[in-house]
């Protein structure tokens, strides 16, 4: 059975500047640290991916310097790639500088044999400190793609969870229209899962036909289950991570958080 090998990374919260720190670490140092880590001089076991899903917050501030020197890099990677935005990012922005070819940051669907990568931007409506929604607009796009399916397979990808953490103040910011959305994918056979960010935490969910995972960040972790903020305090989980994700043409998934420390998964 073939199948296809994504890698999602999510929340890399690259500053203007190199030198400059995010909650204590440098965002460009980690960011190259998992490219080395997954692409460059990856595990021999480890095959390279065919499709590399960014899961929004690429940039703390949205600024087109920073987003430049991300494309630079994403073009020497020589592999096809998708992202959907984040809280901090600005998705017109990020149009206007990408265009709408190379990278398809602006698509809102990606197919590979019999799986088809659905692609939400969440960010709409947000309050400033975190939170999104997807319009009006995204919200009848998901409803159309989830009801007329281009592959057998479905994933959702999107920068919000759908579902809590248990963390207060970060279930304060998830998904604000979520039910709206958990209806939607509640309806649709097809979907096999969904797939997010923003927590900066890994977490896996089971809801009926389809399952959801959070992936850890590439930029600071956040420690699970903490009534504020809270980095997380355990040295294994404090690394650059992210996720691999292989899709089975018979729509099964295996997923495994990386973190950019040999040898560990
Ligand atoms: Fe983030």
Known sequence: MSRFTVLHLTDLHLTRHPDDMHHGFNAWQRWQQMIEHCLLSPAADQPRPDLLVL???????????????????????????????????????????????????????????????????STADGDGRGSGSLSAAALARLQYQLQHPQAEHQLVVLHHHLLPVNSPWQDEV???????????????????????????????????????????????????????????????????????????????????????IRGST
């Open 55 to 121: 899961g929004g917050d690429l940039a703390q501030h949205p600024e087109a310097i920073t987003y430049q020197a991300l494309r630079q890099c994403l073009d020497q990677l020589d592999l096809p790639w998708v992202c959907v935005p984040g809280n901090h990012d600005d998705v017109s922005l990020m149009r206007q500088l990408w265009g709408d070819s190379a990278g398809l940051p602006c698509a809102d669907q990606w197919q590979a044999g019999r799986w088809q990568l659905l692609l939400c931007d």
């Open 174 to 260: 998830m998904t604000g229209n979520a039910a709206e959305v958990l209806a939607l994918l509640d309806q649709a056979p097809q979907l096999r899962g969904v797939l997010c960010g923003h927590v900066h935490q890994a977490h896996h969910w089971r809801r009926g036909h389809w399952q959801m995972w959070s992936t850890p960040a590439v930029a600071a972790q956040f420690a699970a289950g903490q009534p504020g903020f809270l980095l997380e305090p355990q040295p294994a989980l404090q690394a650059p991570a992210g996720r691999w994700l292989q899709l089975g043409d018979d729509g099964s998934m295996r997923t495994s958080t990386v973190y950019a």
